[in-house]
């Protein structure tokens, strides 16, 4: 599964999680994905979310109240690192949800 979605994110030939492209190619990869989903959306049925701004301008956007828990940070330091390493190490996708 893995090797299907490198393949089809960075090309024919990638595996994950060690063999990425330079930081340029990816940040091209991105870029190009991007430029695809505001071509293909109306102005307002998209929301382009930056996660530092946390709750307010997603639930403004899906017009839902703002919960009273902390925004979740899944991807910061040691638990990104966590996660990568079970990726490689077991082949496997954690549930970022999950309690450890």
Same mark, same amino acid.
């Given at each position: 599964?893995?090797? $299907? #979605? *490198?393949? =089809?994110?960075?090309?024919? =030939?990638?595996?994950? %999680?060690? +063999?990425?492209?330079?930081? +340029? &190619?990816? &940040? @091209? #990869? ?6 695809? &989903?505001? *071509? *293909? $959306? ?7 979310? +930056?996660?530092? @701004? ?7 956007? $899906?017009? &839902?109240? /703002?919960?009273?828990?902390?925004? %979740? ?10 996660? $990568? ?6 082949? /496997? #996708? %954690? ?6």
């Amino acid at each position: 599964m893995l090797e $299907l #979605i *490198a393949t =089809g994110t960075f090309g024919a =030939g990638s595996t994950f %999680p060690l +063999d990425l492209p330079p930081e +340029d &190619v990816m &940040v @091209e #990869i991105f870029r190009r994905h991007e430029e695809t &989903v505001r *071509a *293909a $959306l109306p102005a307002e049925r998209l929301l382009v979310f +930056d996660v530092r @701004e946390g709750w307010e301008p997603l639930c403004r956007f $899906l017009e &839902v109240p /703002v919960p009273e828990e902390p925004f %979740p940070h899944l991807n910061e330091g040691e638990t990104m690192r966590r996660t $990568l390493e079970e990726v490689a190490v077991r082949g /496997v #996708i %954690p549930n970022p949800f999950e309690q450890r």
